[in-house]
């Protein structure tokens, strides 16, 4: 083939050797516009995992960069005059301008062709003059072949907030470093790494209102370097601060990140008769946050891939070859950059952080792309986690009350012990609310009993009950919970008495009203469809069907409606305090009738209940206000939210800010992160974790406990939650479906057995099965024992 780059960058230069190696008949150009061996910026970093993906592509290229590297394995975080320092992370730096000249070297070698000093401005005139049959356009960030295509290449480009410099120094770092310095202004920070034997990078950033205020935008070149100098004085040891982009005036060296992703990688071109592709590569395809080192990376392997492509599938001509390179790398880009875009937020709101401890925020920033997990830390560093555990364990014992267990290892934060009001919970994990769809008319009966008090039993702090609704018309289905007749209280009762006579768990109940959801028929008989027969009215913020052209119109609620709902909330608070449950939750979320108040999809009222955000959860916080009011002033009221509505002109997770601080200015004690389900227009971002961003940002920038909950299915992603400040607790749903054990299970994976609990639940599961018979002997010669008195026995035995 003959083949034109478009940029002498990394991926232009090693897609060129790589696939002259392939084949040498190949004839291959790289097209640059600056001046032969001449480059801008400084060092650029690679993971160990980067250097094994070189070596296997080509072992020469990668042996001549391996002896040009800098490689070291701390990274240490500097805040409010603290230094946390972890180990094990293997990581290499090297300057740009050495690591092009490898690739130009061994390009040369191969007899790759490499033109310098030729601005290219009309592609398809240089394919036309090299009779190419591809054309590779890595032509950066700010491609204009990308732009010129656009409408093919679809590109994503979102420019972010804070503004950036990258300047060099010949002070020499031996770890990566992470620099937080607070000015009148507001927070800088840098990120600094040696890449050579004398020099290192040293990036400056800031949220541009910062910037702005700290006047860099009217300053000089100079003067910005000046001030950098001063802020980071003591970590520069008297060292300058240097520029290598002298042709930039004023303040023009500080940019903004454009982050870059394009839905399709390839166009094609009709040139002569002959159909060429124009292969999207590196920056012009894709971007990854400078936080997280791998841009160069993602070139290089976007090199390694297109030319593994055209191996395998290159007899089956060029369109599989095309198809096959975007489906591999575009799944890997997605990757990259969920990681790189969790890591550029986290710098753009560094200040929500600041209030922590230098502990937890050094903790915060490892862990901030949700790549690195706790056990990944512990694998790189044992001796740092162990110590942050211990940490963690001191402070939440005694944030608890409790005295600190003698343990012959470091206690992991999610089983940790945490205290609301006059509650204490012995661990992190809780049993979200989950419908089961098993009451008859109402009542919980012994499913209930069964289904709750085993997740009890299996090592969880903490168990919700499934929404009960405060009517007979506020179920979701006629087989919904309730607490609105005598009998419910007395169903409750029976199982939150086997919770405090035979477990250490507490158990919670969420109530709420299903709104426009309601009168629908159970999950598997149909979700969310009308029942057959039997309906009942349906209320809500504003008129709305929620399945369109399917379910129930449900009419607005008029005044006389919501006093009557209020009644029966704080009717359904009164009983739940009768029935002995430990925790209130207020559902708030999900579409039901209070969430749609609070969603403007769903509000298009005109009276003080709509319009502004305040004036559509003035209802919601008015049942607040009416059932703090009636619950025991030692136990604590949960709220759960929809964070996000994932539909445009929705609730975002800025709106979900301000809710949340409604909620603690009410008395709120805790805000439980949910999101969706408010429309069937939604389209979320699904994930691991997915939903812990919204638990972070309210609980860091209210200032509130927070619940996560989404995709938390191991013990790692609750403990990194926990450790990190994202959560107060950690809500497990499905996976407590499938294991009722579940919090037992993951702790025995991590290899926890210290604990005081899991010894004791252990210990008594032992003498239960050994008197086991005996005990149903006994009851057999007593009919009359209850199931409370049963498992009271078998509890003593």
């Known amino acids: 083939m003959k083949i034109v780059c478009v940029g002498g960058g990394p991926s232009g230069l090693y897609f060129g050797l790589l696939m002259k190696k392939q084949n040498p008949a190949h004839e291959i150009t790289v097209i640059e516009r600056n001046r032969p061996y001449d480059t801008f910026g400084w060092g650029v970093v690679f993971s160990d995992q980067t250097l094994g993906n070189l070596v296997n592509a080509d072992e020469q290229t990668a042996r001549t960069i391996l002896q040009s590297f800098n490689h070291w394995d701390n990274i240490d975080v500097h805040f409010k005059g603290h230094t946390v320092t972890s180990g094990g992370h293997g990581f290499c730096g090297i300057g740009r301008k050495r690591l092009l000249n490898i690739l130009q070297q061994r390009c040369e070698e191969l007899d790759v062709k490499l033109v310098f000093e030729t601005d290219v401005t009309d592609d398809q005139a240089l394919a036309v003059q090299y009779n190419a049959d591809l054309v590779i356009a890595c032509d950066g960030l700010n491609s204009r072949i990308r732009t010129r295509y656009a409408s093919v290449y679809q590109p994503d480009i979102d420019t972010r907030n804070c503004r950036f410099v990258w300047l060099g120094t010949k002070k020499k770092f031996d770890a990566f470093t992470f620099v937080f310095e607070e000015t009148e202004h507001g927070w800088f920070q840098a990120h600094a790494y040696q890449y050579d034997g004398e020099t290192s990078t040293f990036i400056v950033e800031t949220p541009e209102e910062v910037w702005l205020k700290a006047g860099l935008d009217q300053m000089s070149q100079g003067q910005s370097i000046a001030f950098c100098e001063k802020l980071f004085a003591k970590y520069l040891d008297e060292n300058p601060l240097l520029s290598n982009s002298a042709h930039l005036r004023g303040s023009a060296m500080w940019i903004k990140f454009p982050k870059i992703v394009c839905n399709n990688w390839v166009h094609w071109n009709q040139i002569d008769n002959k159909r060429v592709p124009v292969v999207l590569m590196g920056d012009a395809v894709h971007t990854a946050h400078f936080s997280i080192g791998s841009g160069t990376k993602l070139a290089l392997e976007d090199a390694i891939e297109l030319a593994h492509c055209f191996e395998q599938y290159g007899a089956a001509g060029m369109e599989k070859v095309m198809a096959a390179y975007q489906e591999v790398r575009a799944i890997e880009v997605i990757k990259i950059q969920s990681s790189a875009r969790n890591s550029m937020e986290w710098f753009e709101n560094v ?447």
């Open 351 to 797: 200040r929500r952080y600041t209030g922590m401890e230098a502990e937890q925020f050094a903790y915060s920033m490892l862990t901030r792309s949700q790549r690195l997990s706790h056990e990944n830390l512990r694998v790189r560093d044992a001796g740092y986690v162990g110590r942050y555990e211990d940490w963690i364990a001191e402070r939440a014992f005694a944030q608890a009350g409790l005295p600190l267990p003698k343990t012959t290892r470091s206690i992991p934060p999610m089983l940790t012990p945490f205290k609301l009001r006059g509650t204490v919970l012995k661990n992190r994990i809780v049993v979200s609310p989950m419908a089961q769809y098993s009451a008859l008319d109402g009542v919980a009966g012994d499913y209930h009993l069964v289904h709750l008090g085993s997740r009890a039993m299996g090592g969880a702090a903490l168990v919700f009950a499934e929404m009960t609704c405060v009517s007979a018309d506020a179920r979701i289905t006629p087989a919904c919970p309730g607490l609105y007749k005598p009998e419910h209280t007395v169903a409750w009762k029976r199982i939150v008495d086997f919770f405090h006579q035979s477990t250490d768990a507490k158990i919670a109940i969420q109530i709420g009203h299903a709104g426009a959801k309601g009168s629908t028929r159970r999950a598997w008989d149909g979700a969310d469809l009308p029942l057959v027969e039997g309906n009942w009215p349906l209320v809500s913020a504003s008129a709305q069907q929620y399945l369109e052209g399917v379910s129930q119109v449900a009419r607005a609620a008029t005044a006389d409606d919501m006093q009557r709902v209020k009644n029966d909330f704080i009717r359904s608070t009164q009983e739940a305090a009768k029935a002995g449950f430990d925790w209130l939750e207020l559902h708030c979320a999900h579409g039901y009738l209070l969430s749609s108040f609070i969603s403007p999809l769903t509000n298009q009222r005109t009276d003080e209940y709509g319009g502004s955000l305040e004036n559509r959860c003035r209802y919601p916080l008015e049942i607040f206000a009416a059932i703090r009011t009636v619950w025991p002033q030692d136990k604590p009221i949960s709220v759960r939210l929809s964070a996000h509505d994932w539909v445009e002109g929705g609730i975002t997770p800025d709106d979900a800010i301000l809710i949340s601080q409604l909620f603690k200015d009410a008395g709120a004690d805790m805000i439980d992160c949910s999101s969706g389900q408010v429309s069937k227009k939604e389209k979320p971002v699904y994930g691991r974790m997915f939903q812990t961003p919204f638990s972070d940002r309210i609980r860091n920038e209210v200032g509130i406990p927070t619940i996560a909950v989404g995709a938390i299915f191991e013990a790692d992603h609750a403990n990194s939650i926990i450790a990190s400040g994202r959560a107060d607790l950690c809500a497990v749903a499905r996976p407590h479906l499938a294991n009722p054990a579940w919090t037992l299970s993951e702790v025995a994976k991590i290899g926890y057995t210290d604990l005081e609990w899991p010894k004791q639940y252990y210990a008594a599961k032992i003498q239960l099965e050994r008197n086991l018979e005996r005990e149903r002997q006994m009851a057999a010669a007593n009919n009359s024992l209850t199931p409370q008195q049963l498992a009271a026995k078998l509890l003593e035995a």
